[in-house]
């Protein structure tokens, strides 16, 4: 088997399939030439989208070099080395099976690998080599389809060959080929050495959709049973010998650095290697981990805590509100919003507001690194490989090539492991040290020097006619610090979730700040997804109370037109499920439903209420995902999410005083536990269509949907997250 995807890279034209001789057993390779994005400028970011229509390439796409995403061996074991990365989100179990349902194979006889860092795994939608954005399948399944369907030709080629007989008389399915006038089999293996002596179909023939066995259905995943019987290996399970282990603290202040250290105390720990000194902190190494903790209890550590000094979360608070009367970016203008709200009959007005949110990953930030003259090696649990081969190559002043990456199942993301500080520390101690060091996070550590959800807040003004129509919507959106891409001109990320509603608004205006206050910020579950429609859903429901409508009949008004057909339906779907029309007696419902990363979702939260005590009775989602690749993965992803998404709605916030994070752990920053889990229902709507993202859409809806629930059981509108800040006390009620 080929390990290195470089040895396979060669030049090919566009479009082309290249045929790729595997080292081992005489089997088959095969890779496909990617019509990728051009390469992001150095340190960019991916750019969300709208992915392309099947099998059709976006205009300005480069081509990349190939390299083996599948490998059929003599004994019949089939291997697809995956450009997604396993962070609980399916991508080992979905990759997969989109290559088996065109190649024909036998899912029992798979086994994955993840992806060397090379350019040739960047994802055709995002541009960049990371498991982020809902992009795995969505911007992998017309790619991923062809070099299964191609192993398939080529296969079904090799044994008419053998045979002498025509290919159309042949057929494959479940590893085997038929001869279907005789009887005659063979299986992919034994046939697999001569196919790679053919050429490769330039246009292999795809299946329809209504002919798809595998996908569409819920085979077992392929990460469970190692993370059954405690052989999955995570980063932070990584044992190189002779290996140091690491442990870090670093100014707590925002843009802090390190002026001096005493390490004399920390020499009296046994086991205690050195310390090695960080731009902004310092790293303890020793023998054992927590003999390099008590190690850095002990080396006393002077900073400079740096020009946020004096900030606190009222101090952003105020920066957010006061970026309202800037005239910021015009992200979208449909119609003349202003002028129809200076004539409305009535306007309504209201800011919302919601605060950092920190990751908490399960797994905390670790990395092993191994350094010799030529470069080095790191064993992480990493989004993005490209970025620690980056990390690690700047630390050792070498070429990234030089630097292998060693991917591993991750422990949770969220998007936090698309960072690479984590990496950049470990090679510099283990350059240090001249040995191997595993470097492991606290808990303190992760919570306290994240990458974070920017706050945002949002001002609406909606114009509404003698009717109760709404004629006009002002948005007036300002974020704390926000990438400044977006999926289209003018519409920064930070906007998304409003700029691009599907409600039919006559007069739409949206504006965007981006306060740059200098907390460092990052790619959190759903992006600005996470907010943004928690606001635009619950000012929404506002409007139609205020005008006295249902507000689940007031979404479909507001629906009625081409392009927002299956919110409409997703939205009727979720109302329908939850009954909507006729809730339990004592119960209360909130609704939200908008679209995300491709896929169209709708949530209702049934709960009860007494004062400020709410207990959730039950939480309804459909989704529109277009082709449902994995339904069981899907619902789960979504349950998942939903959690994600109410933990930080109840409980979720991170607060600043003298410019240092004030949690620390789990007890100040508390996670949803398993008992005030909520019954969950999901229905995944049918779809041919191309398939949209699932691990980041879940976690949106739960929010505004809660809060609107809220609002129909106490009256109280909850303009501000999270719910513990308005004092309102949690419950769930689990039913079989």
């Known amino acids: 088997m080929i390990d290195d995807p470089h040895q396979l890279s060669q030049a090919v034209s566009r479009r082309h399939f290249l045929r790729l001789a595997a080292v081992t057993g005489g089997g088959l390779a095969l890779a496909v030439s990617l019509p990728s994005l051009a390469a992001p400028a150095e340190g960019a970011a991916p750019t969300p989208g709208t992915p392309p229509a099947p099998g059709v390439a976006p205009a300005g796409r480069s081509i990349r070099p190939p390299s083996a995403f599948l490998q059929i061996a003599e004994n019949d074991e089939i291997t697809v080395i995956t450009p997604a990365v396993e962070m609980g989100q399916g991508g080992h179990t979905a990759m997969p099976m989109i290559i088996l349902e065109e190649l024909g194979g036998d899912w029992r006889r798979v086994t994955v690998k993840d992806a060397a860092a090379a350019a040739v795994y960047n994802n055709p939608l995002s541009g960049t080599q990371m498991t982020v954005g809902s992009f795995s399948v969505r911007g992998w399944y017309m790619d991923l389809r062809k070099v299964g369907a191609a192993a398939r030709e080529m296969l079904v080629q090799a044994a008419a060959l053998e045979w002498q007989v025509p290919t159309t008389e042949c057929s494959a399915a479940q590893s085997v080929i038929t001869h279907r006038p005789s009887g005659r089999t063979v299986s992919y293996g034994r046939v697999a050495a001569r196919a790679a002596t053919l050429d490769v179909p330039q246009q292999p023939v795809l299946k329809e959709t209504a002919s798809f066995a595998l996908i569409g259905a819920s085979p077992a995943r392929l990460d469970v049973p190692a993370k059954v019987d405690g052989g999955a290996c995570y980063g932070i399970d990584t044992v190189l010998p002779g290996m140091l282990y690491g442990a870090v603290k670093t100014c707590p202040s925002f843009g802090g650095k390190l002026k001096s ?32 903790r008590k190690a850095l209890d002990k080396v006393t550590v002077d900073y400079d805590p740096g020009p946020l000094a004096a900030l606190d979360s009222a101090r952003v608070s105020a920066l957010l509100r006061a970026g309202f009367d800037e005239p910021g970016v015009v992200a979208r203008q449909d119609g003349d919003a202003r002028a129809a709200l200076a004539g409305a009959a009535r306007v309504i007005e209201a800011v919302y507001e919601v605060p950092y949110l920190a990751h908490a990953c399960m797994e905390p930030m670790n990395c092993t690194a191994r350094v010799d003259a030529q470069g080095g090696e790191v064993w992480c649990s990493t989004q993005a490989p490209q970025a620690a081969q980056k990390a690690a190559a700047a630390v050792l002043n070498c070429p990234p090539e030089r630097v292998t990456v060693h991917s591993t199942y991750l422990g949770g993301g969220f998007g936090r492991r698309g960072e690479a500080d984590f990496v950049t520390q470990a090679v510099a101690a283990a350059r240090a040290a001249s040995r191997p060091v595993k470097l492991i996070w606290s808990r303190e550590e992760d919570i306290q020097h994240d990458f974070y959800r920017p706050a945002a807040a949002i001002r609406f003004r909606a114009g509404l006619d003698a009717q109760g129509k709404l004629t006009a919507l002002e948005s007036n959106m300002v974020t704390a610090s926000a990438p400044n891409f977006g999926p289209r001109p003018g519409a920064p990320l930070y906007t ?48 139609a109370h205020g005008v006295g409508q249902d507000p689940y009949r007031f979404r479909r008004a507001l629906l009625q037109h081409p392009r927002g057909a299956r919110q409409l339906k997703v939205l009727d779907l979720v109302a329908e499920k939850a009954g909507w029309e006729r809730p339990p007696p004592g119960r209360h419902l909130g609704i939200s439903a908008f679209e995300a990363y491709g896929s169209f979702i709708g949530t209702v939260v049934e709960l009860s209420a007494v004062n400020k005590a709410i207990t959730v009775h039950r939480v309804v989602t459909a989704v529109d995902c277009g082709v449902a690749v994995h339904p069981d993965n899907i619902t789960a992803q979504l349950e998942g999410g939903m959690v994600y998404g109410l933990t930080a709605a109840l409980r979720g916030e991170i607060t600043i005083d003298k410019g240092a994070v004030m949690q620390s752990n789990f007890n100040n920053y508390p996670m949803l536990k398993l008992a005030e889990m909520p019954r969950f229902e999901c229905h995944v709507v049918p779809s041919a269509q191309a398939p949209g993202g699932i691990g980041e859409p879940g976690t949106a809806p739960i929010a505004p949907a809660l809060a609107n629930a809220i609002f129909a059981a106490t009256g109280t509108r909850a303009r501000t997250l999270p719910l513990s800040k308005l004092d309102f006390t949690y419950a769930a009620v689990r039913t079989s």
């Open 496 to 543: 998304v979730g409003v700029v691009d509603t599907n409600y039919a608004l006559p007069n739409f205006l949206v504006t965007g700040v981006n306060k740059d206050i200098g907390i460092r910020f990052g790619f959190w579950r759903s992006v600005s997804h996470s907010h943004n429609p928690f606001m635009l859903e619950s000012f929404i429901d506002e409007v």
């Open 261 to 292: 250290f005493d390490a004399a105390a920390a020499a009296g720990v046994r086991g205690y290697h050195s310390t090695v000194a960080l731009p902004d902190g310092v790293i303890t190494l020793a023998d054992k981990y927590w003999q390099a």
